[in-house]
């Protein structure tokens, strides 16, 4: 669980990181800029990233199942190695997920366009810009973004429903409601960020609206990463007790 989790907690780490700086730099100052290069990496880095945690989130689900379902063979079926290969799966699919779609935005001419009414440099706002039809781009960006977010969805319901079905079999009066209390929270946001990233990147561009646009790229790329670390490590009763000894440590450290 914690491989995974720490795997989760880069991925939200440089995915904000490269959005969130240069976002407030332009709300704060008169000037509402960013460089042609600063745009391109910003596109490539924050694809690849929302991708890599599309494709994670459904891994989450199959540990949590193989924890819950099978917890006598969970060290034989979540080995090391297993481990591994299964994390390595959402990275390589974000970086082609990233590579594939930011090059067919980038090199659509935009004809002197150089205004993007969003955020951030995101693919549904630069193609606002572009000058020539969009249908190739529209068609690639709903396929791709249909693999990248629906089958990941789908799995993960799929695998919760199983989960639902095994706890509703534990006699223990308290069993079933801690489990229950622990996956609720974590899929919560997990459909709310799929839902939120669906209503973006699988839906024409040309029903693509800049104001419900720009607040729901907020809240998938923003508040939703901000929330994990509450959701995934602080609800933990080893992470609160060593949080408790380090705040603990530190605070007579300066007291001396």
């Not at 459904?58 to 591994?84: Q, T």
């Not at 990275?91 to 993007?116: D, E, F, K, M, Y």
């Not at 609720?184 to 709310?192: E, N, T």
């Not at 799929?194 to 561009?205: L, N, W």
Request: proline share 4%.
């Amino acid at each position: 669980m914690y491989f995974f989790v720490s795997n989760l907690s880069f991925v939200n780490l440089y995915y904000t990181t490269s959005t969130i700086p240069q976002m407030l730099v332009n709300l704060r100052g008169p000037e509402k800029t960013i460089s042609h290069r600063g745009c391109v990496a910003q596109l490539y880095i924050f694809l690849a990233l929302g991708s890599t945690e599309c494709v994670l989130l459904a891994i989450m689900a199959f540990d949590h199942y193989a924890a819950i379902c099978k917890p006598l063979h969970y060290s034989v079926i979540m080995n090391e190695r297993r481990c591994v290969h299964m994390a390595a799966g959402p990275w390589v699919s974000g970086l082609i997920n990233s590579l594939v779609q930011s090059t067919l935005t980038l090199v659509a001419p935009r004809c002197g366009h150089r205004v993007i009414d969003h955020f951030f440099c995101e693919i549904p706002a630069l193609l606002k810009l572009v000058c020539i039809d969009t249908h190739v781009n529209e068609i690639e960006l709903n396929v791709v973004g249909a693999l990248i977010l629906l089958v990941p969805l789908a799995l993960i319901l799929g695998t919760y429903v199983i989960i639902a079905q095994a706890v509703m079999k534990i006699r223990s009066a308290e069993s079933p409601w801690k489990a229950f209390n622990t996956c609720a929270s974590r899929q919560l946001m997990v459909f709310l960020f799929y839902f939120t990233a669906i209503s973006i990147y699988v839906q024409p561009s040309s029903n693509y609206s800049h104001d419900r646009g720009k607040i729901t790229s907020l809240f998938y790329g923003i508040v939703k990463p901000t929330l994990n670390p509450f959701i995934y490590t602080l609800r933990n009763k080893d992470v609160k007790s060593a949080l408790r000894r380090a705040l603990t440590k530190e605070f007579w450290v300066k007291l001396r």
